[in-house]
């Protein structure tokens, strides 16, 4: 398939070299800048610009600009291209339906939501870890072939997306906060880091085996209250969080 990505960000150089690796043609792109095109074409090592008119020569476009810009810039792809008949164009968006996606839509082409639930944090760690990610979909059956095509879990988009958007923000971004508390500690007091990162991955394997309460250890699933007092006296800023968790714990293991 021959692909055309707008928005080379993050997501959009990942997703241009993990394609490109699966066999499809990545044909260019634009960014909002002709610098940063410029650089990300270097950086994906193929591909070349293209303008909005050209960009209609992909049979696939993915949208990957932030956001507040994929509405936007689906109007003005649209007004470009009057006619997009056989052309599919797909934006990445957890947290937009594919309305956003209309004007293109008027014009002929199908399109569709495709969200890799995948914390695309660098292209190294992407290209090594994409391959078998839940996506989220939306669109006809033709975004599930897609996204099973690409090595993605396809399920159906909820139309709550916000709240869906947030659950996945609850599950990656908030989620590094989180662990920020325990590796503070452990550069307090000179221990490896690792070793409460370890303990922590152990414990969402627990969940994903086990359920969220056979998960559940530490001194309050023994009653053990007198040390989790000890540790109330001993944390400052994670004092906060230690108890709204622990009382999130109570309410899981009191079922
Ligand atoms: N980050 C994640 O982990 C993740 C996961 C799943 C889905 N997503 C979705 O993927 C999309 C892209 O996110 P990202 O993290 O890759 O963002 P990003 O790193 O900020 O990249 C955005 C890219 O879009 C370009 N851009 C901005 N406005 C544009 C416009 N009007 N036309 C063309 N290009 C434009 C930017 O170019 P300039 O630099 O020139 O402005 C930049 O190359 C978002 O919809 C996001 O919700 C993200």
């Given at each position: 398939?021959?692909?055309a990505?707008?928005g ?10 993990y394609?490109s690796?699966r066999?499809?043609?990545?044909l260019?792109?634009y ?7 410029r ?9 070349r ?9 992909a049979?696939l476009?993915?949208?990957?600009t932030?956001?507040?810009e994929?509405e936007r810039?689906?109007g003005?792809?649209a007004?470009?291209n ?11 968006s ?5 309305d956003?996606?209309e ?5 002929g082409?199908?399109v569709g ?8 944090f660098d292209?190294e ?5 994409l391959?078998?990610?839940y996506?989220?979909?939306e669109?006809g059956?033709f975004?599930?072939e897609i996204?099973?095509?690409w ?6 988009l ?10 996945a ?7 590094a906060?989180?662990i ?5 500690i452990?550069?307090e007091l000179g221990?490896?880091p690792?070793?409460y990162?370890?303990l922590?991955?152990?414990?969402l394997?627990?969940v ?5 309460s056979a998960a559940?250890t530490?001194?309050?699933s023994r009653?053990d ?7 109330l ?6 004092r906060?969080?230690y108890?709204l ?11």
């Open positions: 398939m021959r692909v990505i707008v080379l960000g993050r997501v959009g150089k990942s997703m241009a070299l394609l690796r066999g499809e043609e990545f260019g792109g960014c909002s800048r002709e610098e940063s095109t650089r990300a074409l270097e950086i994906i090592g193929g591909g610009a293209l303008s909005r008119k050209e960009i209609a020569r049979e476009v993915l949208i990957s932030p956001d507040s994929v810039e689906a003005r792809i007004e470009e009057p006619v997009l008949e056989g052309k599919t164009f797909l934006h990445l957890g947290s937009l339906p594919m956003v996606l004007p293109l839509r008027t014009r082409a199908e939501v495709l969200h890799p639930l995948f914390p695309f292209l760690f992407s290209l090594k870890n391959e078998g990610s996506a989220g979909v669109g059956e975004v599930k996204a099973r095509r090595g993605f879990s396809p399920f159906p909820p139309s709550f997306r916000v709240l869906y958007h947030a659950g923000v609850l599950s990656a971004g908030l989620l906060g989180y920020s508390y325990p590796l503070k452990a550069q221990i490896p690792e070793a990162l370890r922590a991955s152990l414990v394997k627990a994903g085996e086990k359920g969220l559940v530490g001194p309050w009653g209250f007198a040390t989790v007092e000890r540790h006296s001993a944390i400052r800023e994670e906060k969080i108890e968790l622990l009382s999130r714990l109570q309410e899981i293991l009191s079922g």
